[in-house]
């Protein structure tokens, strides 16, 4: 070993004279320190730190501001409207007998439509992410990833021409109905909008996963499925909730499919069958014809505001998930 | 090596691809002995222990002939359940890699794909399988415990426990101490010691000292090939061919 350790010593030496770095002088130093050139590196790093603080500093002071934007504008309505009214089912502000506020049947509509779209997009999605990740040959995976990937691309207005012209039939036909206009509707385009990033994202926590768990558990006499079910997908669960709360952000935040394919119609649903109106589309509705300052202009952005709050609480819970998971994980 | 074989190879060739890992190897392993693999880097030890429980056909790409037997079923047959092989040849691997579960869990990973739902019989046997792998000590108090706050030669301890705890007859070892301190791997020859009495060990290691320690069969193998088998005594003080002299004694490797 001794020797071995004096065989390299010489080598060494010679590569670094070949370097371009100034030779060593006779204290085993390259070149003296410079003060000075010393404080200009060091106001260099605080430059770029500060930088890099501020970019990070820019989403959170746009956040705080959509926030308070959402709160300002949204507070005065509770000058005209009580708090209660909020809380009925109705939302007819522009009715002739009496308005009503109320959020109850919007919501309603929302979640429906969301969830719904999530009970189609994710069992789906789950399927075709483990099967690109674990069954699929290489060259069908390079085929079928672009592709899914471009799927996330279509304008969401494309999407609910699509509901329309082409779910709206089949659903009339399939129930008897005059037209397909409806909260199913809705939730199979969102499903579809929020296929490309669960099966993206989830595709990539699955092929994640490191090859020795897999193994370990195959030479244990594990299947395929067995293993898949067992050990790669809830090695996988963090990168696979991520993606569905991805997913259902973009499908509770939706407007413009929803808007053409599900029918718009105020009142409370009572099934996926009934036409149903979500809070952004009655935002987009509403908001270019009402009248600046009215009680109803205020109104809707309580909507705006009441929408921002449910999509930070998914957040939020999904979060707590997430590191609950990891603990046990650790 | 006069009693009947456990397992046995016929002209075994493996390839990766274009090239070829393992050349005709033909070899007998004996029942309740501790056989050891020896040999430089890439010489195929490693590749010849994952065609004994099949593991090899998880990689694509790969490719088989020849036949291996174990008790006289040749293991490639097509009416073969690869199942059925790996819930008797169980294996451990050079890192260890328990799952991102409790140490319980860890443990009846096994038993519960086996079918077993019963939970006194579930504990019974992760118990014993615990004790066996001489880890119970260490972990009886937490077992609901995550298996990855282990140290790592606990963890690799689990995973052979968890290899026991399906009763397998054969245990292959791909050089299961090699990431471990020298108490952590005395600890695992130790235990090698006490389970050749249930089953029927086979161990890689690049650790020659390991292997004239653990083992009563040893073989060198070389570029694919299987140089000479022999006992681990007879290799190691005079073994036959100059070529594993010169690896034993340390002349290249």
Not at chain 1, 20 to 26: M, Q, R
Not at chain 1, 70 to 78: C, Y
Not at chain 1, 142 to 147: A, D, N, Q, S, T
Not at chain 2, 95 to 108: C, E
Request: hydrophobic share 45%; with cysteine.
């Amino acid at each position: 070993m001794l020797l071995n350790i004096k065989g390299i010593m010489p080598g060494m030496v010679s590569k670094a004279n070949k370097s371009p770095l100034p030779p060593f002088n006779k204290r085993g130093m390259r070149g003296d320190f410079k003060p000075g050139r010393f404080r200009w590196r060091k106001a260099k790093e605080r430059l770029i730190a500060s930088f890099f603080f501020f970019n990070g500093m820019v989403s959170i002071i746009i956040l705080a501001g959509i926030f308070s934007l959402l709160f300002s504008e949204g507070l005065p309505a509770f000058k005209e409207i009580h708090f209660s009214d909020f809380l009925q089912s109705t939302w007819n502000p522009t009715s002739y007998v009496k308005a009503t506020y109320g959020l109850g049947a919007i919501m309603v509509s929302t979640l429906m439509v969301t969830f719904g779209a999530l009970l189609i997009a994710v069992p789906v999605g789950l399927a075709c992410a483990a099967y690109l990740a674990e069954i699929a040959s290489p060259r069908v995976r390079e085929v079928l990833k672009p592709i899914i990937e471009i799927l996330a691309g279509i304008p969401s207005v494309v999407l609910g021409f699509l509901g329309i012209v082409v779910v709206n039939p089949l659903i009339a036909r399939a129930f008897g109905m005059p037209n397909g206009l409806n909260a199913l509707n809705g939730c199979i385009l969102l499903a579809i909008m929020s296929l490309p990033t669960i099966i993206s994202l989830s595709e990539d926590a699955i092929a994640a996963v490191p090859k020795t768990h897999k193994d370990a558990s195959l030479a244990l006499g594990a299947s395929r499925w067995q293993t898949l079910v067992r050990v790669t997908i809830p090695s996988a669960l963090s990168g696979i909730i991520a993606s569905i709360m991805l997913g259902m952000g973009r499908a509770i935040g939706e407007t413009m499919t929803v808007l053409m394919a599900t029918g718009n119609a105020q009142a409370m649903p009572h099934s996926f069958l009934d036409a149903v109106r979500t809070m952004t589309a009655t935002i987009a509705i509403e908001l270019g014809e009402v009248p600046f300052g009215s009680a109803h202009y205020h109104a809707l952005f309580v909507i705006g505001f009441v929408l921002f709050v449910m999509t930070f609480l998914v957040n939020l819970v999904s979060d707590i998930i997430l590191q609950k998971y990891q603990e046990v994980e650790q | 090596m006069a009693e009947e074989a456990k397992i046995w190879t016929e002209g075994l060739n493996f390839f990766y691809g274009a090239s070829q890992a393992l050349h005709d190897i033909n070899i007998k392993i004996s029942p309740h002995n501790v056989t050891a693999f020896i040999g430089p880097s890439g010489c195929g030890k490693s590749t010849f222990l994952r065609c004994l429980n099949r593991m090899n056909e998880t990689i694509v790409g790969t490719r088989i002939e020849g036949k291996v037997f174990i008790d006289g079923h040749d293991i490639y047959d097509r009416s073969v359940d690869v199942v059925d092989i790996r819930r008797r040849v169980g294996m451990v691997f050079q890192k260890s890699n328990p799952f991102p579960k409790s140490i319980f869990d860890n443990v009846a990973y096994g038993l519960r794909i086996g079918g077993l739902k019963d939970k006194d019989k579930l504990a019974e046997i992760v118990e014993k399988a615990l004790i066996d792998a001489a880890i119970w000590d260490e972990v009886k108090d937490r077992l609901q415990e995550s298996a990855m706050g282990l140290s790592g030669g606990q963890q690799q301890r689990l995973c052979i426990a968890r290899a026991l705890a399906v009763e397998p007859e054969v245990l292959l070892m791909d050089e299961p101490a090699s990431a471990l301190d020298p108490i952590a791997t005395q600890r695992i020859e130790e235990l090698i010691h006490q389970l050749k009495e249930k089953y029927t060990i086979v161990i890689v290691t690049h650790n020659m000292q390991q292997a004239a320690r653990v083992s009563d069969i040893t073989a060198f193998f070389y570029l694919g090939r299987i140089i000479e088998v022999d006992d681990t005594e007879t290799i190691f003080t005079r073994p036959k061919l100059k070529q594993t002299e010169d690896y034993i004694t340390g002349r290249f490797g």
